[in-house]
Nanobody, 121 residues
Framework: QVQVVESGGGSVQPGGSLTLSCAAS????????MAWYRQAPGKQRVLVAS???????NYGDSLEGRFTISRNNAKNTVYLQMNSLKPEDTAVYYC???????????????WGQGTQVTVSS
């Protein structure tokens, strides 16, 4: 069984920074793309950023430049550095990982429980 656990959320003032972490653990053969999504109250969950095992990144609309995604393959961990935070960045941030549990086993997307980020003065 695979688990994905986020950490690093919290409250910050506008203009501040936060770094989120997300680690995949358990019965892991390999981890492919890892991604961050966010869901604000009353809104749909949307992509923030994703990163392949080879390091290719993709960002949601208008986030590149303020947000930076990175990963440590040896630790099956992905990070999200968030700078110049705005009140509209307030949301629950979710991580997912595309995980294979064995050779020849189809990969599956595993989601974490989410971590709250609140940007407010």
């Amino acid at each position: 069984q695979v688990q994905v656990v986020e950490s690093g959320g919290g409250s910050v003032q506008p203009g501040g920074s936060l770094t989120l972490s997300c680690a995949a653990s358990g019965s892991i053969f390999s981890v492919g793309t890892m991604a961050w999504y966010r869901q604000a109250p009353g809104k749909q969950r949307v992509l923030v950023a994703s990163i392949t095992a080879g390091g290719r990144t993709n960002y949601g609309d208008s986030l590149e430049g303020r947000f930076t995604i990175s990963r440590n393959n040896a630790k099956n961990t992905v990070y999200l550095q968030m700078n110049s935070l705005k009140p509209e960045d307030t949301a629950v941030y979710y991580c997912n990982a595309n995980v294979k549990e064995g050779w020849g086993v189809d990969p599956a997307v595993v989601w974490g429980q989410g971590t709250q980020v609140t940007v407010s003065s």
